[in-house]
């Protein structure tokens, strides 16, 4: 048997972005406003394009992407010098912004050209762009960097979207002019605000089908899921977990619990859970993984209230 160990530190990244400054979008005087949010006060204003709609932040916080409505193109902010470095020309009418998690890759959704452009985040080109239904406004990416869910305001549908291979693979029916979508940090369900029905529907993303509609109050626009909780929120500091992989028969996977306020994990294969074990159970054997395929393995860790830990993941490759 071939055996290959790997230690993932489990830990909560934050960029200086996310933890010291707030990007604000403003439409009507084609800036950006750059809040400190240790002062609250606002420290630069950058000109963009015009009128500005949505802004993304990168992974890593060092660049904020915005989204110009009216001149057709994203404006790359250096969060550094707060100054504009590069300007890509996209579709159409750009509503929504989206970055895959490893920052990559830039999503834009371009309302009035139906489709999405993909913008490579090193060279700053538009390297796809991906036909979609009337009217694509918001969208979101699942956790794992695999599928993009775009709501198609004019259609009343949202497409499902695999950004491996830049192709819509499902379209789902919802509520009408679906303008928003936002994605659970486990990567289950997909959260859409129907703006004409006065609801949210909830996708389940195994299935792709709408598994509940929630009644909410009059034209909901935007929305957004709490995010997992670090392991240090729980207590103590969790260091490291150590995946032991067996891949001549089943993928036997092991992981140190060093935090005392764990009720259990979640384990996951390619986004589906697989497994919910108690706290003191601190390995798993696998033996319905095929082992000539590519899977990728994450475990969360919960507490009694229910809060979910943030994931560690590794993958694993065939023979």
């Given at each position: 048997m071939f055996c290959r160990y790997l230690t993932i530190v489990l830990s909560l990244p934050l960029g200086v972005l996310f933890s010291e400054s707030a990007y604000v979008a403003n439409s009507s005087s084609n800036t950006v406003s750059v809040i400190d949010t240790l002062s609250n006060t606002v420290t630069a204003t950058v000109t963009v394009g015009a009128s500005p709609f949505d802004v993304a932040i990168a992974p890593d916080g060092t660049k904020a992407y915005v989204a110009n409505r009216v001149s057709n193109n994203v404006s790359i902010i250096d969060a550094l010098s707060n100054t504009v470095t590069a300007t890509v020309t996209v579709g159409n009418g750009p509503w929504s912004l989206a970055i895959t998690p490893d920052g990559t890759r830039v999503y834009v959704t371009n309302f009035s050209n139906d489709n999405m452009s993909v913008i490579d985040a090193l060279s700053n080109t538009v390297t796809a762009t991906v036909t979609l239904g009337d009217g694509p406004a918001g969208l979101a990416i699942t956790p794992d960097g695999t599928m993009a869910y775009v709501a198609n305001f004019n259609d009343n549908n949202v497409s499902v979207v695999n950004i491996l291979s830049n192709t819509v693979t499902a379209t789902v029916a919802v509520g009408s002019f679906p303008r928003e979508v936002a994605i659970t940090p486990d990567g289950t369900k997909a959260y859409v605000t129907n703006n004409g029905t006065n609801n949210v529907s909830v996708i389940d993303i195994s299935s792709n089908t709408v598994t509940a509609t929630v009644t909410v109050g009059?034209?909901?626009?935007?929305?957004?899921?709490?995010?997992?909780?670090?392991?240090?929120?729980f207590s103590g500091e969790q260091e490291k977990n150590d995946f032991v992989v067996v891949s001549e028969y089943f993928n036997e996977l092991h992981w140190q619990?060093?935090?005392?306020?764990?009720?259990g994990y979640f384990l996951r294969r390619n986004g589906t859970l697989i497994a919910t074990l108690d706290s003191d159970i601190?390995?798993?054997?696998?033996?319905?993984?095929?082992?000539?395929?590519?899977?990728?393995?994450?475990?969360?860790?919960?507490?009694?209230?229910?809060?979910?830990?943030?994931?560690?993941?590794?993958v694993v490759g065939g023979n």
């Open positions: 009059s034209a909901p626009f935007g929305l957004a899921t709490t995010p997992l909780l670090p392991p240090s929120a619990g060093s935090l005392s306020s764990i009720a601190l390995s798993y054997e696998d033996h319905n993984r095929n082992p000539s395929k590519r899977d990728t393995y994450s475990l969360s860790a919960f507490n009694s209230a229910g809060s979910k830990s943030m994931s560690v993941t590794t």
